[in-house]
């Protein structure tokens, strides 16, 4: 029988994340400080049942005690996410009004943008009518690349004219949330500004550690550019080596995800584990005496945060240091770890460190990839045994890419819409080589002033780095590489999830009601499915998406979709994928960029197009003409700055009167400020987000 009492933080870690996702979904409508009386409450009851009945041998009270100890980790997974929720800072941005200017502090290296530099400030103070005032708060602000002699560096302190705007909800159903994603890193504002609208008035490198660690980056950056010379092999060494993804093209990220081998993108708790096996393998001979068990423990935490820094800090990073940190001292200790402990401690360390970091997608497919890869990888690996020596390596390697997929396929799924068909291939190789190249990075960064060494250790990088994007290529050009477009919801995530954990819950204890709970799962996940198909199926509708400097109208029905938009954005993948895409992936449309399988009757008049479907007139206006007069229509889509004044539209019939991103934002405010005065019902898409008319 499996007993919690062999893994207690795995018990705890996951009662204190339940209390984290409670209060992320579920915040509080009454004072954050009642929580605490409450958390009180418990703890003082917690402790009566300690000491009333810690030697009473009825289950009864044994229940009782367990319930309240449970619900007081609970609690404090809640509490603890509501201390670090900056929304209840009395004098956060949030609550401050008709400010002027402000100062921020910048906390991180500057983000360059194609067409901007985005930087993240820390609110110092503001100015409003009554003068000056300290506040707290954090958002991004974006200078336009104008400003080429005072540039912004990490721990300067900014002077900024005007006042900060709300960050934006998705405009598109179904778009990504990148309003709810920054609000995960107290993030609620942002401001776009002019190079002359701000002034540096302090340098200030910050706080030194973090200081060092960017010049660090930055340093290791300039190696890489002296001795990688092509620019696809020296995106892959930064992103492998130092976690730096601007290089990244969207080429690259791609063919990456389609062969299943993004993870080596993206520094995690592979890369991690290679620099902490390094370490040992050097202190491997020399552990036998005390002192040095305490100069590894040193060089493995200092090691491992060293390049936790100079790497970013991201998530998975964060999940593999902390894990590995504890297993050195643990080690040095002398203490026996579980692997599943020594994980759970991990999270529960970061958790309480940052307790949004459960929300973060890295944070979850790290954990989720860590736990399957420790459960399911032994099972996978005794199903075939295997003499010769290489190919029993290369089936350990396919049981760990096995394991990993399985585990993290629900979020994959529900976060990216497709799932690599050849990982087990491609991971035979790139794992391998993620370590070679890991190596000679590391080499070439200690190495880098030595002549011809520096040259060679560099060509050998640049090399490894090109057989191994070969390789991910080739796999990419193979049929059927990716089983893409596919939609599900959070509901049908968590399913998958216990469909897998009664699977094997079934396997291991062989008990028919987990075979049951199995069933279930998949009897619900079918029924949640096919409701979303009958649905879909008897789908009829008009969307006008709001796309900035775009047109875009999607005309629905069933599995099938007609796009009437600008060449510009029909050629903009990216674009499309963003905005238009998601919409189509929940209406169950198989091809969800550029499907033309609606009919609908479409007539020119003059630069402008007049579209009729199901009963339903829709006339996009791009330039005003006369031979529109009296023309009556259900819908008038103003397009392209076609209006200066709205009295220009008197002569038309319309229904609804849409205004969309394609107008330039002077010339829009114009527009709807006169449809109010005169009571003209006017939908703006830029604004309020997209349109549907259903039919």
Not at 244 to 265: C, F, R, W
């Amino acid at each position: 029988m499996y007993s919690w009492v062999a893994f207690p933080l795995l018990r705890i870690t996951l009662l204190f994340a339940i209390g984290i996702v409670l209060a992320v979904e579920r915040p509080p409508s009454i004072p954050p400080i009642h929580i605490v009386f409450i958390l009180i409450g418990v703890f003082a009851i917690y402790l009566l049942c300690w000491f009333s009945y810690q030697r009473a041998k009825f289950f009864s009270y044994n229940l009782l005690f367990s319930v309240f100890g449970h619900l007081l980790i609970v609690i404090c997974g809640y509490a603890t996410l509501l201390y670090h929720n900056d929304r209840f800072d009395a004098d956060h941005l949030l609550y401050q009004k008709d400010i002027l200017a402000y100062q921020i502090k910048v906390v991180d290296e500057p983000d360059v943008k194609e067409k901007s530099i985005r930087v993240l400030g820390e609110l110092l103070s503001i100015k409003d009518s009554t003068g000056w005032k300290e506040v707290s708060g954090k958002l991004y602000v974006y200078i336009r690349k104008q400003d080429v002699a005072n540039k912004v560096s990490y721990g300067d302190a900014l002077l900024i004219q005007g006042s900060p705007n709300s960050t934006q909800s998705p405009k598109n159903p179904g778009e990504f949330d990148y309003q709810l994603y920054l609000s995960y890193q107290n993030i609620f504002h942002q401001d776009f500004i002019q190079a002359n609208e701000y002034r540096i008035v302090e340098r200030d490198e910050g706080f030194s550690m973090y200081a060092l660690a960017l010049k660090s980056r930055a340093y290791l950056k300039s190696i890489l550019f002296q001795y990688i010379d092509e620019n696809r092999e020296r995106a892959i060494a930064m992103a492998l080596l130092l976690g730096t993804k601007d290089e990244l093209t969207p080429e690259i990220n791609q063919a990456y995800a389609s062969a299943g081998a993004m993870h080596v993108l993206a520094v995690s708790g592979l890369h991690v584990g290679i620099i902490y096996g390094l370490i040992l393998l050097f202190f491997k001979r020399s552990q036998k005496k005390k002192i040095m068990k305490w100069v590894f423990l040193a060089a493995a935490l200092s090691g491992l945060w060293s390049y936790a820094l100079i790497t970013g800090l991201s998530a998975s990073v964060l999940r593999a240091v902390t894990m590995f940190s504890l297993m050195a001292i643990a080690k040095v200790a002398k203490r026996e770890s579980n692997i599943y402990n020594t994980l759970s401690a991990a999270g529960l360390i970061l958790l309480c460190y940052d307790p949004y970091l459960i929300m973060a997608v890295g944070f979850q497919l790290s954990f989720l990839a860590v736990f399957g890869i420790v459960y399911i990888t032994p099972k996978v690996y005794e199903l075939i045994a295997i003499d010769q020596y290489l190919l029993d390596k290369a089936w350990q390697v396919t049981c760990v890419s096995i394991a990993a997929q399985i585990t993290t396929a629900p979020l994959v799924l529900l976060y990216f819409h497709q799932f690599p068909t050849y990982f087990f291939l491609s991971n035979l190789v790139v794992i391998p080589a993620a370590f070679a190249i890991l190596v000679s990075g590391i080499a070439l960064f200690a190495f880098a002033m030595i002549p011809w060494i520096n040259d060679l250790m560099g060509w050998v990088l640049e090399s490894l780095i090109y057989l191994t994007n070969e390789f991910v290529f080739l796999i990419e050009r193979l049929p059927n590489n990716t089983i893409d477009n596919l939609y599900i919801d959070t509901t049908q995530s968590w399913l998958i999830i216990l469909t897998i954990i009664f699977l094997f819950a079934y396997s291991y204890y062989k008990r028919w009601h987990h075979l049951v709970l199995f069933s279930m799962s998949i009897i619900m996940f079918i029924i949640i499915r096919e409701n979303r198909a009958m649905q879909n199926v008897q789908k009829k509708e008009i969307v006008f998406y709001s796309v900035g400097q775009h047109t875009a109208i999607d005309f629905i029905q069933g599995d099938q979709a007609t796009l009437l938009s600008d060449s510009a954005l029909m050629n903009n993948t990216s674009k499309l994928r963003f905005h238009i895409k998601p919409n189509r992936l929940r209406a169950g449309i198989t091809d969800p960029i550029k499907t033309t399988g609606v009919n609908i009757l479409r007539r020119k008049i003059d630069e402008n197009e007049l579209i009729i479907w199901n009963s339903k007139v829709v006339l996009i206006l791009n330039k005003y003409s006369p031979n529109l007069k009296d023309l009556h229509v259900d819908v008038l889509v103003l397009a392209n700055n076609s209006v200066y004044d709205i009295s220009q539209l008197s002569s038309l019939n319309f229904e609804q009167l849409i205004i969309d991103g394609s107008n330039s934002s002077y010339r829009a405010a114009r527009l709807i400020r006169q449809a109010h005065g005169e009571e003209i019902p006017i939908i703006d898409l830029v604004s309020n987000g997209a349109h549907k008319l259903v039919l």
